[in-house]
């Protein structure tokens, strides 16, 4: 991985800069049966295609955000601030 | 032998230069080459083939083949033929017993036919098992190249420089030079690169030359790493341009690989740049113009050429090379036969496609040309030149030609016409698997020389269109380089306290923890410092733990939210321990937590922790949404642990504040000045004893080190705090604990409270306070006076059931004592387990709660 991101302060950076979190889970509700938390814990979607996903800018502002991201081509389509309660699930 | 000068040539014959070859003393000018010198002097003998040691000469003369490598000054797989000359250097030949001109393993050339073709090791050597080690040992010495100096790996300072273009225009031929210029006209940032040394220097108004330097590849973003040797530019550039030209290729034909078999460029650079006569007479066998050419250039410098063979007019059934002590003697073409001492042999030009294959074009082959080129280019990557197939003449050589001797398809590797037909007819019948099985284009020229030749003949042999068969994945680096180069140098930034040179003064043993420099001990004698601790006074500096203030409306929630503990109750000036859990329930850090104000709490980590845990809270709340602020003052603060009975009287003396027993309390937090320092303490039982965490701007930090030393405490280093801390059964998160633990199985279910609505980790603690757990992180003590190995088994019934995580000898205990994960049946308090130390196994009883002072009154008192 070698691609630019831009960061929604900083500008496009080279990505060792940045920290990846994954994609975008959903956190489940309260009392999750046994699978429905380990889904949650441990099972990704791992997509060959755009996924949203999370980064923070560790070496630079250390902002968090969303990027939606090609995941075959490392192309990132769009990096959105995260809103919590509207776009920033768990 | 020198010609006459001549224009144009590159040396300069005022300035001789010379240096060892193989153990001779060869001269040469500035401006050769180590190669061109050694060549000019008579050498001809520069490498031995990996499988068979035939004896090698030079092949392309352009840096592209593996004839020449050698070791030169101790770096091995050098290209003498690119690699200018230098004063006093030592050359020497690689994988070689005795010497470059006569060489022991060359008998496999001769007995070697029927042990030696391709898949035979696979096959042959796999039986008996045992026996591998004595074949590896034998075959690694006897096939290979140059041998890693063991020692060198820091004799060389490596360094990685991060650049920006416009544009980027690889290679620095007439087309590459062009695309510069006219990109320079438009504006600066316009670098070239090119791997000709002889480029240095050049001057090209507007673009910025580095030469000798290689593209090693093209990635996203425009990402370009680019070799120069001992430093790594990882070039980011907005437009890139492939300008690296066409490799001439060799003709498949027995005999191809002798020495004085040649191609033309390489002919042409000896006599053109370096003034040589390469040769006496010589026959020129081309299947395109680029051959011919050579022709006059030899003529003109005074080789007779009684034959030039144009293979687009005739077409041999038998073309063979014979000659004698591994050089070419004469040509064989359908049973005539040429004296020669230089046969140059050229199969056309392929186009170096290969950094547009990685960076993602596709690669077709055109068989109007007979070679492939690079078509639908990715975005932001165009080539001009020869790399296009532009300029390039119809080829069609014989795929490999008839005759009697070995044949080469690939000269790096070794592999004949023979090799390359075996593995057809043993089933390898897709491109990939037969280039892995015979290992066809893996050597040193990855492919440039014998990619097209074994398409070719494969193409033949299987009956199926080159362009059915397509091409072997193009993979970065596109040149050997240095894996120096890549790892870089080693920089290994160290944190250092405010009060770091107090303890270097002091006579500390420094040692890494983490990302730190910290103090192991001040003395010979750890044990003197844990008595200091237990008996008077000790001082640790533990600036290196993580410290945040957390504050806003809902500081609170946030961290009720973060915690499996429970905030919302604790009082303003109260401190409480917790620990983070993930919400796979594992455990992550811990630290205390005070509460400043209201709305203002003040965190610490573990020392390791500080970023990541920083990280973490602002995670969660990027998707919760409190309003809370989150601030690292880990560098800011520094912070000292005074600890032992006389820390009351000691902290007394040196505030105006009062720290008696009754205004403050264990867990009390009150910001206090000391020595003239406004201080946050902290009052917790880090070590066990009445103790005070100091927590005070850094700056200040040797200056209040020194007031409290002065005060009579013995500072102390990290051993002794393992000691006093292992003493109170104190876990440390990292090393008692792992990925895997979680707060009931590390002996900690008083912790979460799952009666709050939602906490990182609730779901899955509430799962695992169903259900029993497997092991369980115990204290034992044991019998004997010996000190088992962190790491250490315990063992059950003969099996390996759990592990030592902490082991120390404790004087005040009286015992070695330390700390086990055990299988939940052997917990239970004074249960006995075994545990091996040094090949024995040794009783030790399972002890709960503190090894020391138990109900914990001294650090209450
Ligand atoms: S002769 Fe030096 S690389 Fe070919
Ligand atoms: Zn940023």
Redesign the pocket.
Same mark, same amino acid.
């Given at each position: 991985m070698s691609f630019l991101l831009s =960061?929604?302060? =900083?500008g496009p950076?080279p990505v060792d800069e940045y920290a990846y979190f994954g994609e975008v889970t959903k956190r489940p509700g309260p009392s999750p049966t046994l699978r429905e938390l380990t889904d949650y814990v441990y099972f990704r979607d791992n997509v060959a295609g755009v996924q949203r996903e999370w980064w923070q800018?560790r070496s /630079? =502002? /250390?902002?968090w955000f969303l990027a939606e991201r090609d995941t075959r081509t490392n192309e990132v389509l769009e990096v959105i601030l995260p809103e919590p309660g509207r776009n920033s699930p768990a | 032998m020198r010609l006459e000068p001549r224009s144009g040539e590159r040396i300069d014959r005022s300035k001789p230069v010379s240096f060892s070859f193989a153990g001779w003393k060869v001269a040469g000018f500035e401006g050769d080459t180590l190669g061109s010198a050694a060549f000019a002097a008579g050498k001809r003998v520069f490498s031995r083939s990996f499988k068979y040691h035939r004896p090698r000469g030079l092949l392309c003369c352009s840096g592209h083949c593996p004839n020449c490598l050698m070791t030169v000054d101790g770096v091995p797989n050098v290209r003498v033929c690119t690699e200018p000359i230098r004063e006093g250097a030592v050359v020497e030949g690689q994988n070689v017993r005795w010497s470059l001109d006569f060489d022991f393993m060359s008998v496999t050339d001769k007995v070697g036919g029927p042990f030696t073709p391709v898949g035979f090791y696979y096959r042959t050597f796999i039986r008996p098992r045992r026996l591998w080690p004595f074949y590896e040992k034998f075959l690694r010495s006897a096939a290979g190249l140059g041998e890693l100096d063991e020692h060198a790996g820091y004799s060389r300072r490596y360094d990685t420089e991060h650049r920006k273009a416009r544009v980027l225009v690889v290679g620095g031929g007439p087309a590459g030079r062009a695309a510069a210029l006219a990109a320079a006209a438009s504006g600066d940032g316009v670098v070239l690169v090119d791997e000709d040394a002889s480029l240095n220097g050049m001057q090209l108004d507007g673009v910025e030359v580095l030469a000798p330097a290689r593209a090693l590849g093209i990635w996203e973003g425009g990402l370009v790493p680019v070799d120069a040797g001992t430093v790594l530019y990882r070039f980011r550039a907005a437009r890139i341009i492939v300008a690296t030209g066409a490799i001439e290729q060799p003709l498949v034909f027995p005999g191809n690989d002798l020495i004085g078999v040649m191609l033309p460029g390489g002919v042409r650079r000896l006599v053109n740049d370096f003034s040589i006569k390469p040769g006496n007479r010589a026959i020129v066998v081309a299947a395109d113009d680029e051959g011919f050419e050579v022709a006059d250039d030899l003529s003109e410098a005074g080789v007779a050429v009684p034959r030039v063979i144009d293979l687009r007019e005739t077409r041999p059934r038998e073309l063979v090379a014979q000659g004698g002590k591994g050089r070419v003697r004469r040509l064989v073409v359908d049973g005539e036969s040429f004296d020669c001492d230089l046969l140059v042999a050229s199969g056309g030009r392929q186009p170096a496609y290969s950094l547009l294959a990685q960076a993602g074009a596709r690669i077709e082959f055109d068989s109007e040309l007979g070679v492939f080129v690079p078509t639908e280019l990715p975005s932001g990557v165009e080539a001009v030149g020869s790399v296009t197939g532009d300029g390039l003449g119809k080829v069609d050589p014989e795929p490999a030609y008839g005759g009697k001797g070995k044949c080469f398809v690939c000269v790096c590797e070794d592999v004949t016409t023979k090799d390359m037909k075996r593995a057809i007819a043993e089933g390898f019948d897709s491109i990939e698997l037969a280039k892995r099985y015979t290992t066809t284009t893996m050597g040193p020229c990855q492919g440039k020389l014998c990619h097209l030749p074994s398409i070719r003949l494969y193409s033949k042999e299987t009956r199926v269109y080159e362009a059915a068969i397509g091409t072997t994945t193009a993979r970065p680096p596109w040149a050997p380089v240095e894996l120096g180069l890549l790892a870089g140098r080693e920089l290994t930034p160290a944190r250092r306290t405010s009060m770091h040179w107090s303890h270097a003064e002091a006579g500390a043993t420094i040692q890494w923890a983490g990302p730190w420099k910290r103090p192991y001990a001040y003395g010979e004698k750890p044990e003197d410092e844990v008595r200091a601790v237990h008996e008077s006074l000790g001082v640790i500096d533990v600036s290196t733990l993580g410290k945040l203030f957390v504050e806003g409306p809902e500081a609170v929630a946030l961290l009720e939210r973060l915690y499996p503990n429970r905030f919302g109750d604790m009082k303003s000036g109260r401190i409480r321990y917790g620990v983070l859990t993930s919400d796979a329930g594992r455990i992550m850090d811990d630290g205390t937590i005070a509460r400043l104000a209201d709305d203002l709490y003040y965190v610490t980590t573990t020392s390791t922790g500080a970023d990541a845990v920083t990280a973490w809270f602002e995670w969660w709340n990027a998707v919760w949404g409190y309003e809370a602020e989150i601030v690292n003052v880990t560098g800011a603060i520094a912070a000292v642990n005074l600890a032992g009975p006389q820390s009351r009287d000691a902290l007394q003396r040196l505030t105006e504040a009062d720290v008696s027993a009754e205004a403050f309390k264990y867990l009390d937090a009150q910001e206090i000045d000391v020595a003239g320092v406004p201080t946050l303490a902290l009052r917790i039982g880090f070590v066990g004893e009445l103790g005070y965490e100091l927590h005070f701007p850094s700056p200040a930090g040797e200056y209040l080190w020194g007031q409290l030393v002065a005060e009579g405490a013995r500072p102390f280093g990290l051993e002794p705090q393992r000691i006093l801390r292992l003493e109170k059964g104190h876990v440390i998160v990292g090393q008692d604990t792992d990925s895997e633990s979680n707060l009931y199985s590390a002996g900690m279910s008083w912790l979460p409270k799952l009666d709050k609505d939602d906490f990182v980790g609730k779901y899955a603690l509430e799962h695992f306070a169903e259900r029993e757990e497997k092991e369980r992180l115990v204290g034992f003590t044991m019998e004997e006076d010996v000190l088992p190995a962190e790491g250490a088994q315990i063992v059950v019934e003969g099996f390996p059931a759990g592990r030592v995580t902490s082991a120390r000898r404790s004087e005040a205990v009286g015992s070695v004592i330390g700390l086990a994960w055990v299988p939940t049946d052997r917990a239970k308090n004074g249960t006995r387990v075994e545990i091996r130390v040094d090949r024995l196994l040794r009783g030790a009883r399972v002890t709960h709660g503190a090894f020391f002072d138990s109900a914990g009154q001294r650090m209450r008192s």
């Amino acid at each position: 991985m070698s691609f630019l991101l831009s =960061c929604p302060f =900083c500008g496009p950076r080279p990505v060792d800069e940045y920290a990846y979190f994954g994609e975008v889970t959903k956190r489940p509700g309260p009392s999750p049966t046994l699978r429905e938390l380990t889904d949650y814990v441990y099972f990704r979607d791992n997509v060959a295609g755009v996924q949203r996903e999370w980064w923070q800018h560790r070496s /630079g =502002c /250390g902002e968090w955000f969303l990027a939606e991201r090609d995941t075959r081509t490392n192309e990132v389509l769009e990096v959105i601030l995260p809103e919590p309660g509207r776009n920033s699930p768990a | 032998m020198r010609l006459e000068p001549r224009s144009g040539e590159r040396i300069d014959r005022s300035k001789p230069v010379s240096f060892s070859f193989a153990g001779w003393k060869v001269a040469g000018f500035e401006g050769d080459t180590l190669g061109s010198a050694a060549f000019a002097a008579g050498k001809r003998v520069f490498s031995r083939s990996f499988k068979y040691h035939r004896p090698r000469g030079l092949l392309c003369c352009s840096g592209h083949c593996p004839n020449c490598l050698m070791t030169v000054d101790g770096v091995p797989n050098v290209r003498v033929c690119t690699e200018p000359i230098r004063e006093g250097a030592v050359v020497e030949g690689q994988n070689v017993r005795w010497s470059l001109d006569f060489d022991f393993m060359s008998v496999t050339d001769k007995v070697g036919g029927p042990f030696t073709p391709v898949g035979f090791y696979y096959r042959t050597f796999i039986r008996p098992r045992r026996l591998w080690p004595f074949y590896e040992k034998f075959l690694r010495s006897a096939a290979g190249l140059g041998e890693l100096d063991e020692h060198a790996g820091y004799s060389r300072r490596y360094d990685t420089e991060h650049r920006k273009a416009r544009v980027l225009v690889v290679g620095g031929g007439p087309a590459g030079r062009a695309a510069a210029l006219a990109a320079a006209a438009s504006g600066d940032g316009v670098v070239l690169v090119d791997e000709d040394a002889s480029l240095n220097g050049m001057q090209l108004d507007g673009v910025e030359v580095l030469a000798p330097a290689r593209a090693l590849g093209i990635w996203e973003g425009g990402l370009v790493p680019v070799d120069a040797g001992t430093v790594l530019y990882r070039f980011r550039a907005a437009r890139i341009i492939v300008a690296t030209g066409a490799i001439e290729q060799p003709l498949v034909f027995p005999g191809n690989d002798l020495i004085g078999v040649m191609l033309p460029g390489g002919v042409r650079r000896l006599v053109n740049d370096f003034s040589i006569k390469p040769g006496n007479r010589a026959i020129v066998v081309a299947a395109d113009d680029e051959g011919f050419e050579v022709a006059d250039d030899l003529s003109e410098a005074g080789v007779a050429v009684p034959r030039v063979i144009d293979l687009r007019e005739t077409r041999p059934r038998e073309l063979v090379a014979q000659g004698g002590k591994g050089r070419v003697r004469r040509l064989v073409v359908d049973g005539e036969s040429f004296d020669c001492d230089l046969l140059v042999a050229s199969g056309g030009r392929q186009p170096a496609y290969s950094l547009l294959a990685q960076a993602g074009a596709r690669i077709e082959f055109d068989s109007e040309l007979g070679v492939f080129v690079p078509t639908e280019l990715p975005s932001g990557v165009e080539a001009v030149g020869s790399v296009t197939g532009d300029g390039l003449g119809k080829v069609d050589p014989e795929p490999a030609y008839g005759g009697k001797g070995k044949c080469f398809v690939c000269v790096c590797e070794d592999v004949t016409t023979k090799d390359m037909k075996r593995a057809i007819a043993e089933g390898f019948d897709s491109i990939e698997l037969a280039k892995r099985y015979t290992t066809t284009t893996m050597g040193p020229c990855q492919g440039k020389l014998c990619h097209l030749p074994s398409i070719r003949l494969y193409s033949k042999e299987t009956r199926v269109y080159e362009a059915a068969i397509g091409t072997t994945t193009a993979r970065p680096p596109w040149a050997p380089v240095e894996l120096g180069l890549l790892a870089g140098r080693e920089l290994t930034p160290a944190r250092r306290t405010s009060m770091h040179w107090s303890h270097a003064e002091a006579g500390a043993t420094i040692q890494w923890a983490g990302p730190w420099k910290r103090p192991y001990a001040y003395g010979e004698k750890p044990e003197d410092e844990v008595r200091a601790v237990h008996e008077s006074l000790g001082v640790i500096d533990v600036s290196t733990l993580g410290k945040l203030f957390v504050e806003g409306p809902e500081a609170v929630a946030l961290l009720e939210r973060l915690y499996p503990n429970r905030f919302g109750d604790m009082k303003s000036g109260r401190i409480r321990y917790g620990v983070l859990t993930s919400d796979a329930g594992r455990i992550m850090d811990d630290g205390t937590i005070a509460r400043l104000a209201d709305d203002l709490y003040y965190v610490t980590t573990t020392s390791t922790g500080a970023d990541a845990v920083t990280a973490w809270f602002e995670w969660w709340n990027a998707v919760w949404g409190y309003e809370a602020e989150i601030v690292n003052v880990t560098g800011a603060i520094a912070a000292v642990n005074l600890a032992g009975p006389q820390s009351r009287d000691a902290l007394q003396r040196l505030t105006e504040a009062d720290v008696s027993a009754e205004a403050f309390k264990y867990l009390d937090a009150q910001e206090i000045d000391v020595a003239g320092v406004p201080t946050l303490a902290l009052r917790i039982g880090f070590v066990g004893e009445l103790g005070y965490e100091l927590h005070f701007p850094s700056p200040a930090g040797e200056y209040l080190w020194g007031q409290l030393v002065a005060e009579g405490a013995r500072p102390f280093g990290l051993e002794p705090q393992r000691i006093l801390r292992l003493e109170k059964g104190h876990v440390i998160v990292g090393q008692d604990t792992d990925s895997e633990s979680n707060l009931y199985s590390a002996g900690m279910s008083w912790l979460p409270k799952l009666d709050k609505d939602d906490f990182v980790g609730k779901y899955a603690l509430e799962h695992f306070a169903e259900r029993e757990e497997k092991e369980r992180l115990v204290g034992f003590t044991m019998e004997e006076d010996v000190l088992p190995a962190e790491g250490a088994q315990i063992v059950v019934e003969g099996f390996p059931a759990g592990r030592v995580t902490s082991a120390r000898r404790s004087e005040a205990v009286g015992s070695v004592i330390g700390l086990a994960w055990v299988p939940t049946d052997r917990a239970k308090n004074g249960t006995r387990v075994e545990i091996r130390v040094d090949r024995l196994l040794r009783g030790a009883r399972v002890t709960h709660g503190a090894f020391f002072d138990s109900a914990g009154q001294r650090m209450r008192s």
